[in-house]
């Protein structure tokens, strides 16, 4: 399941959207799948619509309470009120999606989809995720579908359902959890194959209601849905920018470090016309796509297979932003920006062999009172720029073996990490460890016996500083200021007053570097600071990468994303993607003995590497 990496789409029938199973056209959905087979998906996520596959309806008598549940037949519900005629047509769906080839995601409790409300009738005006009427019918529900296509080979997963925190509103995390704990186990009393969370936008902490932590604790692949549009922060830049590239693999490095299950992006796409024109679409697909294979992301899912333009009934009525999503016309035609699509899968199976990055050697830890995404996803961003290559672990998690080097990244408030946990992070530095410690608001103790700095004074109120390091210059804005002195530690840059910002100590055979701004949550919250070509932000975790192991390839240019995979000692492939809105001429710089051996894609003349924008590189390099 999920071992080789591989493309689909979100699918609903092409001449009916929603309206899919209650006018089952067969002839029409197999049209569909030879369109979708010939561009070369996969994998199908489908959706068993939760009012058409469970039509109870409640019979009320007096001072309404409920006598009885009927169908919409209005004969009395005796089993899980699944209507058989539904289950006939995804039983007939199956078979034709095994004819052509396809693999299917079941979305089970799909209530919720492209902004309406799909639930049968006997729970309107019902928390859906909470009243025990409603869970006691999603479970008969669950059990039904499952029950009766456990033996199906063509269903490769069970899905929760498609975004179920968005089907009702839940008071606070054990809601949430006892929600999806009774879903999943219901599943899993019955059959064996994944289960696959479905959920869109969770909280890394453990403060939030729908958390990653409680995601993975049920289910077996975790899911993100990085569109840029609806996602915080994501669409302050163009969805041609480092930014936009970086969301998906970002996203869902975060869920999976955390969450410590694979993560799949099961819902992507640009939001359609009125965000990204073809040229711009095109780069997207592209970029992100190859962004995801490189990046050990075994799942990508566009959302969606066809236009919808063509139906005229809600939520295609009233939801504009739906009707443009799809790689095809709503007549199956497919559209200019996917057609090269074919060519990248191509090349994705051309280079097959690519094997997985080893494990980052840098853990980002997420503490207490931080907004945890604009904070993980800045950590993300400029690590990716600087050459590092991260993961995440909440700040309280148990550590499970000393990392090369940890980041403390934009700490706030005065609870930010346990003692314990803290007392084993300076153990760690001791024994040889590096830290990064970047500072909001945040209290840390100790501080000065372990950073080297004291703290001369501290302000709460909005500030703008520019900081210059070894001809790097950039510029940061924040709502509180450190005054920082150094004791034991050494300066490695000054703003734009003098004052000494960034720090480095010796701490037994480790170092603690400690800068006094939040550059995480500046870079991951601001419009276009990612993606400036001028800005340098990146400077502070290029300057702490330099005391770990060198990458391969020596890396000068921010927005030159690079994925190395070691095949053997002597044979290393280097994967890029230039996500800069300039073509680069990048010379081929190589650490340990490596050299050029062959471009597998692109163009290499005298060692020099011409990358266009938005594009793709994938080199050979060995040992000699």
């Known amino acids: 399941m999920f071992s080789d990496f591989s493309f689909g789409c979100n699918y609903w029938a092409s001449y009916s959207g929603t309206n899919m199973w209650r006018d089952f056209q067969i002839d029409e959905i197999d049209k569909d799948l030879i369109s979708l087979e010939k561009i070369g998906a996969k994998i199908l996520r489908v959706f068993p619509l939760w009012s058409d596959f469970q039509p109870i309806s409640p019979i009320f008598t007096q001072e309404g309470k409920l006598l009885q549940v009927v169908d919409n037949h209005n004969n009395p519900v005796l089993d899980n009120g699944i209507d058989p005629v539904m289950t006939q047509r995804l039983a007939s769906f199956l078979d034709l999606a095994e004819s052509h080839g396809f693999k299917v995601i079941i979305s089970l409790l799909t209530g919720w989809m492209s902004?309406?409300?799909?639930?049968?009738?006997?729970?309107?005006?019902?928390?859906?995720?909470?009243?025990?009427?409603?869970?006691?019918?999603?479970?008969?529900?669950?059990?039904?579908?499952?029950?009766?296509?456990?033996?199906?080979?063509?269903?490769?997963?069970?899905?929760?359902?498609?975004?179920?925190?968005?089907?009702?509103?839940?008071?606070?995390?054990?809601?949430?959890?006892?929600?999806?704990?009774?879903?999943?186990?219901?599943?899993k009393i019955l059959d064996n194959r994944p289960i696959i969370s479905g959920m869109?936008?969770?909280?890394?902490?453990?403060?939030?209601?729908?958390?990653?932590?409680?995601?993975?604790?049920?289910?077996?692949?975790?899911?993100?849905?990085?569109?840029?549009?609806?996602?915080?922060?994501?669409?302050?830049?163009?969805?041609?920018?480092?930014?936009?590239?970086?969301?998906?693999?970002?996203?869902?490095?975060?869920?999976?470090?955390?969450?410590?299950?694979?993560?799949?992006?099961?819902?992507?796409?640009?939001?359609?016309?009125?965000?990204?024109?073809?040229?711009?679409?095109?780069?997207?697909?592209?970029?992100?796509?190859?962004?995801?294979?490189?990046?050990?992301?075994?799942?990508?899912?566009?959302?969606?297979?066809?236009d919808?333009?063509?139906?005229?009934?809600?939520?295609?009525?009233?939801?504009?932003?739906?009707?443009?999503?799809?790689?095809?016309?709503?007549?199956?035609?497919?559209?200019?920006?996917?057609?090269?699509?074919?060519?990248?899968?191509?090349?994705?199976?051309?280079?097959?062999?690519?094997?997985?990055?080893?494990?980052?050697?840098?853990?980002?830890?997420?503490?207490?009172?931080?907004?945890?995404?604009?904070?993980?996803?800045?950590?993300?961003?400029?690590?990716?720029?600087?050459g590092l290559d991260i993961s995440f672990r909440l700040s309280n998690q148990l550590f499970k073996n000393r990392a090369k080097a940890y980041i403390l990244p934009s700490i706030k408030g005065n609870r930010v990490i346990a003692k314990k946990s803290y007392s084993i992070l300076m153990d760690y530095v001791k024994l040889g460890s590096s830290l990064l410690i970047t500072l909001d608001d945040g209290f840390l103790s100790p501080f000065e016996s372990f950073t080297g700095v004291k703290v001369s004074s501290f302000k709460k109120a909005p500030a703008k500083k520019t900081i210059q390091m070894k001809g790097f210059l950039h510029t940061i804005e924040m709502g509180s200021e450190y005054e920082l002195i150094p004791t034991t530690a050494e300066i490695l840059a000054e703003n734009e007053s003098g004052h000494p910002v960034f720090f480095r100590n010796k701490y037994g055979k480790g170092w603690v570097y400690t800068y006094a701004y939040p550059i995480e949550k500046y870079v991951g919250s601001t419009p276009a600071i990612a993606s400036d070509e001028m800005s340098s932000h990146f400077s502070v975790y290029k300057e702490f990468s330099n005391i770990l192991d060198k990458a391969f390839l020596n890396k000068n240019e921010k927005n030159i994303i690079v994925s190395e995979h070691i095949v053997s000692d002597t044979e290393v492939i280097v994967c890029l993607i230039n996500c800069s809105k300039l073509n680069k001429e990048i010379k081929l710089d190589l650490n340990n003995g490596f050299v050029f051996k062959e471009a597998i894609i692109g163009s290499v003349k005298n060692n020099m590497l011409f990358i266009n924008t938005m594009d793709i590189a994938v080199l050979r390099v060995i040992k000699i």
């Open 308 to 386: 919808q333009d063509n139906l005229t009934f809600p939520p295609y009525s009233y939801m504009g932003c739906e009707r443009e999503l799809g790689l095809m016309t709503s007549d199956r035609k497919l559209k200019n920006f996917a057609k090269k699509l074919p060519d990248y899968l191509k090349s994705i199976a051309e280079i097959s062999f690519l094997p997985s990055k080893e494990s980052p050697s840098v853990e980002c830890l997420l503490t207490d009172g931080i907004e945890s995404w604009p904070v993980s996803f800045g950590s993300y961003i400029l690590a990716r720029q600087s």
């Open 115 to 187: 902004g309406r409300l799909f639930v049968p009738t006997l729970f309107f005006n019902r928390n859906v995720l909470t009243d025990p009427l409603c869970l006691i019918w999603e479970k008969k529900y669950v059990q039904g579908i499952v029950n009766e296509f456990k033996r199906n080979k063509t269903i490769i997963a069970w899905d929760l359902g498609n975004e179920c925190n968005c089907m009702a509103e839940v008071s606070n995390r054990e809601q949430a959890r006892l929600w999806t704990s009774f879903i999943a186990d219901s599943i």
């Open 200 to 306: 869109h936008s969770l909280d890394a902490s453990t403060e939030g209601i729908w958390v990653i932590e409680d995601q993975a604790n049920y289910c077996d692949v975790l899911t993100t849905h990085p569109y840029d549009y609806w996602v915080p922060y994501c669409l302050s830049d163009s969805i041609n920018s480092t930014r936009s590239v970086l969301h998906s693999v970002g996203e869902s490095c975060l869920y999976s470090s955390i969450g410590e299950k694979p993560c799949i992006v099961e819902e992507i796409g640009t939001m359609g016309p009125m965000i990204a024109d073809e040229i711009f679409s095109e780069n997207y697909l592209k970029t992100t796509l190859f962004s995801c294979f490189f990046n050990g992301i075994k799942t990508y899912l566009w959302w969606c297979a066809f």
